[in-house]
């Protein structure tokens, strides 16, 4: 099994550092999907419904293939025909400019025979809801997991505590939308993609359009943001490879900001009750969940009941919904920001009821020794002590308050490839098939091959995003540096002794008499610099084929966060002023991109908690905030202060730190909230008339 | 029918035609090619097209072409002088003011018209300035920190 060097031996790895390809992004070169224009390229675009379900009977294109720059319009897109979101594919049309596109899609008239339909989870569940597939109920089949005996183990407990609670669905609204641009070169396809996938983009895309993977390339250099919604390859793209095939060619074809709103993904929402129970002494012993939710017209709503906590006892019951609304995908630690924000607020009940400080009962029932300290050193540096004692006790109209929540992620590391050439001059070339989705993969890349080689990062050429290039897996799950930083580890690793080889047969000397030093090469008493040792090569350079192997990385992070709030009883606005994290990821490759990770996962924590709500019009089934205008994220007033703790776990090797820390933040506010004003919301988003709401009930 | 323009971009003067209901953003990058400014959105809400004209930060998606006859635009490919970066630009790098990047350009030209006006800027202030400008992975807290970098290297 192979090991990374130690910690005090590394010279990149682990130290602050920027990313290599910081200056082409902060000059305007770097090149988003967006941004590609290729010669002779057409602007494609895709009429979407407006009604929520329905049956496709005429589409009229006359007046659309009139307009001046028109070049091609489809209407054979839709697979069935049979409508169920309003954001569904009618027709699309491929034109020489982006404002005779706009007029010709507004010039398609449709006409659809309309159905029922039913947008929201609650109405959805009624029987008498009209169904969303014509075979099936709208509540499918529970999924029920259980352990212990939990009728029992309520009886034995001397607590017990009970609440709903709901989380609305939050949609991606990555900054760039969803898109390709394809050209065909004969039979073959290439689809420049802002995607998570390059690879998995190749073989969906193919699988759309019946043809061979083998004939599909998929790359993308920069991509605009995905947390999840980009992990697969888009029905658009396979939309504008066939404009591009009708045209004759080349098609950039983006969605609009409401189609990516309405059509590409989101977070469930959820409907949670839980009842949880404990003895005097402060051990949970028993859990009893059911939950609901929609996927749209898909499934996906379920909660990560229990989260983190040890309860012997429990039942969690979950039921996906199908409602008249845009399919969900995959949205950073799914399921998980929904769980803490339930169970780290029953966490905090069960303490009121105990007389117990939540910290205590936390350390009484987490099993995981990492974030036993954790829990520790958050709580020292947010200054849990100085709390408020009685909740909402405050004297003024603004009431502060501090709260806590935990992280939990299981993922590890897995299959991915990489090849790497070193040149006569000295430079390493290394690609690999994985992405840089703003992480910052493609940083480490360069980072972990300059450290194993002992050569400055600038000689290292990172090249990834590119379907060509040898295969890694999808930018999801938190598993990209985990499997990307051993394979390019084990890559660089043979590098070296190919080099060792190649030096050891032009001087005649054994393979073992050949030293490396941190940056240089000693060999029959004399000294070798890098490129001294690379002008060994002569016309071939040296290749070599490496991937992922045991012992460099781990699954499984822990993580806590605390979080202080203003909540003016006034006007119902919270302000979330400062938020302590406590995170491992195992091996940090680059604290500065790790640091900017967890900020990001807080920041969009912040979001989901106070502001991300998408609301669906009950009567015309559309949605109604599909624009940044009514569906508000946090902006930089919103950003609180933030301490990030990165605990320190290098032996474990790299564990990916993209989702962990978005997973707490609502339910850390949340608490926070509760002893801010000592009335608890069961709702998010937490918005001020929620605040209001609840602070009136309290009166009343 | 086409109107006339005579427009001068990061230095350059350009004369073209322009259908009166293209957009400064689309003239920009699909007439010009210079696609630094991106198009985050249509409704003028998250400031990823942010672009000077005659030095004031505007959103160019909420301008037509033919509104800017005669007059002045930098983007972001117009801060760098001789291959150096504008200190902002350094900013953004150095202090990781950005993740994917998407949002990066507008960021640095809302922040550039403020550290115009105000050179030594709290931090509330330039947190106000850039309130019109969304990072989706969300990197405010970085971003901050560029802008003081840049503040800091003007003043020096």
């Given at each position: 099994?192979?090991s990374w060097?130690p910690l005090?031996?590394?010279?990149?790895?682990?130290?602050?550092?920027?990313?290599?390809?910081?200056?082409?992004?902060?000059?305007?070169?770097?090149?988003?999907?967006?941004?590609?224009?290729?010669?002779?390229?057409?602007?494609?675009?895709?009429?979407?419904?407006?009604?929520?379900?329905?049956?496709?009977?005429?589409?009229?294109?006359?007046?659309?293939?009139?307009?001046?720059?028109?070049?091609?319009?489809?209407?054979?897109?839709?697979?069935?025909?049979?409508?169920?979101?309003?954001?569904?594919?009618?027709?699309?049309?491929?034109?020489?400019?982006?404002?005779?596109?706009?007029?010709?899609?507004?010039?398609?008239?449709?006409?659809?025979?309309?159905?029922?339909?039913?947008?929201?989870?609650?109405?959805?569940?009624?029987?008498?809801?009209?169904?969303?597939?014509?075979?099936?109920?709208?509540?499918?089949?529970?999924?029920?997991?259980?352990?212990?005996?939990?009728?029992?183990?309520?009886?034995?407990?001397?607590?017990?505590?009970?609440?709903?609670?709901?989380?609305?669905?939050?949609?991606?609204?990555?900054?760039?939308?969803?898109?390709?641009?394809?050209?065909?070169?004969?039979?073959?396809?290439?689809?420049?993609?802002?995607?998570?996938?390059?690879?998995?983009?190749?073989?969906?895309?193919?699988?759309?359009?019946?043809?061979?993977?083998?004939?599909?390339?998929?790359?993308?250099?920069?991509?605009?943001?995905?947390?999840?919604?980009?992990?697969?390859?888009?029905?658009?793209?396979?939309?504008?490879?066939?404009?591009?095939?009708?045209?004759?060619?080349?098609?950039?074809?983006?969605?609009?900001?409401?189609?990516?709103?309405?059509?590409?993904?989101?977070?469930?929402?959820?409907?949670?009750?839980?009842?949880?129970?404990?003895?005097?002494?402060?051990?949970?012993?028993?859990?009893?969940?059911?939950?609901?939710?929609?996927?749209?017209?898909?499934?996906?709503?379920?909660?990560?009941?229990?989260?983190?906590?040890?309860?012997?006892?429990?039942?969690?019951?979950?039921?996906?919904?199908?409602?008249?609304?845009?399919?969900?995908?995959?949205?950073?630690?799914?399921?998980?920001?929904?769980?803490?924000?339930?169970?780290?607020?029953?966490?905090?009940?069960?303490?009121?009821?105990?007389?117990?400080?939540?910290?205590?009962?936390?350390?009484?029932?987490?099993?995981?020794?990492?974030?036993?300290?954790?829990?520790?050193?958050?709580?020292?540096?947010?200054?849990?002590?100085?709390?408020?004692?009685?909740?909402?006790?405050?004297?003024?109209?603004?009431?502060?308050?501090?709260?806590?929540?935990?992280?939990?992620?299981?993922?590890?590391?897995?299959?991915?490839?990489?090849?790497?050439?070193?040149?006569?001059?000295?430079?390493?070339?290394?690609?690999?098939?994985?992405?840089?989705?703003?992480?910052?993969?493609?940083?480490?890349?360069?980072?972990?091959?300059?450290?194993?080689?002992?050569?400055?990062?600038?000689?290292?050429?990172?090249?990834?995003?590119?379907?060509?290039?040898?295969?890694?897996?999808?930018?999801?799950?938190?598993?990209?540096?985990?499997?990307?930083?051993?394979?390019?580890?084990?890559?660089?690793?043979?590098?070296?002794?190919?080099?060792?080889?190649?030096?050891?047969?032009?001087?005649?000397?054994?393979?073992?008499?050949?030293?490396?030093?941190?940056?240089?090469?000693?060999?029959?008493?004399?000294?070798?610099?890098?490129?001294?040792?690379?002008?060994?090569?002569?016309?071939?350079?040296?290749?070599?084929?490496?991937?992922?192997?045991?012992g460099l990385s781990s699954?499984?992070?822990?993580?806590?966060?605390?979080?202080?709030?203003?909540?003016?009883?006034?006007?119902?606005?919270?302000?979330?002023?400062?938020?302590?994290?406590?995170?491992d990821?195992g091996l940090?490759?680059?604290?500065?991109?790790?640091?900017?990770?967890?900020?990001?996962?807080?920041?969009?924590?912040?979001?989901?908690?106070?502001?991300?709500?998408?609301?669906?019009?009950?009567?015309?089934?559309?949605?109604?905030?599909?624009?940044?205008?009514?569906?508000?994220?946090?902006?930089?007033?919103?950003?609180?202060?933030?301490?990030?703790?990165?605990?320190d776990e290098a032996e474990r090797g790299v564990i990916?730190?993209?989702?962990?820390?978005?997973?707490?933040?609502?339910?850390?506010?949340?608490?926070?909230?509760?002893?801010?004003?000592?009335?608890?919301?069961?709702?998010?988003?937490?918005?001020?008339?929620?605040?209001?709401?609840?602070?009136?009930?309290?009166?009343? | 029918?086409?109107?006339?323009?005579?427009?001068?971009?990061?230095?350059?003067?350009?004369?073209?035609?322009?259908?009166?209901?293209?957009?400064?953003?689309?003239?920009?990058?699909?007439?010009?090619?210079?696609?630094?400014?991106?198009?985050?959105?249509?409704?003028?809400?998250?400031?990823?097209?942010?672009?000077?004209?005659?030095?004031?930060?505007?959103?160019?998606?909420?301008?037509?072409?033919?509104?800017?006859?005669?007059?002045?635009?930098?983007?972001?490919?117009?801060?760098?002088?001789?291959?150096?970066?504008?200190?902002?630009?350094?900013?953004?790098?150095?202090?990781?003011?950005?993740?994917?990047?998407?949002?990066?350009?507008?960021?640095?030209?809302?922040?550039?018209?403020?550290?115009?006006?105000?050179?030594?800027?709290?931090?509330?202030?330039?947190?106000?300035?850039?309130?019109?400008?969304?990072?989706?992975?969300?990197?405010?807290?970085?971003?901050?920190?560029?802008?003081?970098?840049?503040?800091?290297?003007?003043?020096?």
């Amino acid at each position: 099994m192979s090991s990374w060097k130690p910690l005090d031996k590394m010279t990149i790895l682990s130290h602050y550092y920027p990313r290599i390809e910081g200056p082409e992004k902060v000059s305007g070169i770097a090149r988003y999907t967006y941004d590609l224009q290729l010669p002779g390229m057409l602007y494609g675009g895709i009429l979407t419904s407006n009604v929520a379900a329905g049956k496709i009977v005429k589409v009229d294109t006359t007046r659309a293939k009139q307009v001046p720059g028109v070049r091609v319009v489809l209407t054979d897109i839709h697979p069935t025909g049979t409508i169920r979101f309003a954001g569904e594919e009618i027709a699309a049309v491929a034109a020489t400019t982006p404002q005779a596109l706009e007029e010709a899609l507004r010039n398609i008239s449709v006409e659809i025979e309309k159905n029922a339909f039913v947008v929201s989870t609650e109405d959805a569940m009624k029987p008498t809801a009209p169904r969303v597939f014509a075979d099936r109920e709208n509540v499918r089949k529970p999924r029920v997991r259980e352990e212990g005996d939990v009728e029992d183990a309520f009886r034995k407990a001397d607590v017990v505590v009970e609440a709903e609670f709901r989380t609305a669905t939050q949609v991606h609204a990555c900054l760039e939308v969803h898109g390709s641009v394809v050209h065909w070169e004969g039979d073959e396809l290439i689809i420049y993609d802002s995607t998570q996938a390059v690879h998995g983009v190749r073989k969906d895309v193919a699988s759309f359009l019946d043809i061979s993977p083998r004939k599909v390339r998929t790359v993308c250099v920069h991509m605009g943001g995905g947390f999840g919604s980009k992990l697969r390859g888009g029905r658009y793209t396979a939309i504008a490879a066939k404009l591009a095939k009708a045209a004759n060619a080349p098609v950039k074809l983006m969605l609009t900001r409401r189609q990516d709103f309405e059509s590409v993904g989101n977070r469930p929402d959820s409907i949670q009750k839980i009842k949880i129970g404990a003895t005097k002494d402060g051990r949970l012993i028993a859990m009893d969940a059911v939950s609901y939710g929609s996927g749209g017209i898909s499934g996906g709503a379920r909660v990560r009941l229990p989260h983190v906590y040890k309860i012997p006892n429990w039942r969690y019951v979950h039921h996906d919904v199908y409602t008249n609304a845009g399919p969900a995908r995959p949205f950073r630690a799914p399921g998980s920001p929904q769980a803490a924000f339930s169970m780290d607020q029953l966490m905090d009940m069960v303490a009121e009821k105990l007389n117990m400080d939540p910290l205590e009962l936390r350390l009484k029932n987490d099993p995981n020794p990492t974030r036993q300290k954790e829990w520790r050193l958050g709580a020292q540096k947010i200054g849990w002590q100085n709390r408020n004692r009685k909740p909402g006790s405050d004297a003024g109209p603004v009431k502060r308050g501090i709260g806590m929540a935990a992280s939990v992620w299981m993922t590890g590391g897995r299959d991915t490839k990489a090849m790497l050439r070193i040149y006569p001059d000295g430079h390493v070339e290394v690609r690999c098939g994985t992405q840089d989705i703003g992480t910052g993969t493609r940083t480490y890349v360069a980072s972990v091959t300059a450290e194993e080689l002992g050569i400055p990062l600038k000689k290292v050429i990172p090249l990834i995003g590119d379907s060509d290039y040898p295969y890694s897996g999808a930018s999801g799950g938190s598993t990209t540096a985990p499997s990307v930083a051993p394979a390019i580890k084990n890559t660089a690793d043979k590098a070296r002794e190919a080099l060792t080889e190649l030096i050891s047969d032009k001087l005649g000397v054994d393979a073992d008499e050949i030293q490396w030093k941190n940056n240089s090469i000693r060999v029959q008493n004399k000294t070798l610099s890098w490129e001294e040792a690379c002008a060994f090569i002569e016309d071939e350079p040296i290749e070599v084929h490496g991937k992922w192997t045991e012992g460099l990385s781990s699954a499984g992070v822990a993580g806590v966060q605390f979080a202080q709030v203003a909540v003016d009883t006034e006007t119902g606005q919270i302000q979330v002023e400062r938020v302590v994290a406590v995170h491992d990821c195992g091996l940090i490759l680059n604290r500065l991109t790790t640091e900017s990770q967890i900020n990001g996962g807080i920041i969009q924590g912040i979001s989901y908690a106070l502001l991300e709500e998408r609301w669906m019009d009950p009567t015309t089934g559309t949605m109604v905030n599909a624009n940044f205008q009514n569906y508000k994220i946090v902006g930089s007033r919103e950003t609180p202060e933030i301490e990030v703790i990165l605990y320190d776990e290098a032996e474990r090797g790299v564990i990916g730190i993209g989702e962990p820390p978005t997973i707490p933040t609502a339910g850390a506010i949340a608490n926070a909230v509760y002893n801010a004003i000592g009335v608890r919301l069961f709702t998010l988003p937490m918005t001020p008339d929620r605040v209001l709401e609840a602070l009136s009930q309290q009166r009343s | 029918m086409e109107v006339p323009i005579k427009v001068t971009v990061n230095g350059v003067l350009y004369e073209r035609e322009v259908e009166p209901r293209l957009l400064l953003v689309n003239f920009l990058r699909d007439v010009l090619d210079l696609t630094g400014t991106h198009v985050g959105c249509d409704t003028s809400s998250c400031g990823a097209c942010t672009v000077l004209l005659n030095g004031k930060a505007v959103k160019s998606c909420t301008i037509f072409a033919a509104q800017v006859d005669g007059a002045e635009i930098t983007t972001i490919e117009g801060l760098a002088r001789n291959g150096e970066l504008h200190p902002l630009q350094e900013g953004f790098w150095q202090e990781h003011g950005l993740q994917c990047g998407f949002c990066t350009p507008g960021m640095i030209m809302a922040a550039y018209q403020l550290l115009d006006e105000n050179p030594n800027p709290s931090e509330a202030e330039i947190r106000h300035a850039l309130e019109g400008n969304y990072c989706r992975c969300t990197g405010y807290h970085n971003i901050v920190k560029s802008v003081q970098y840049a503040a800091k290297k003007l003043n020096a």
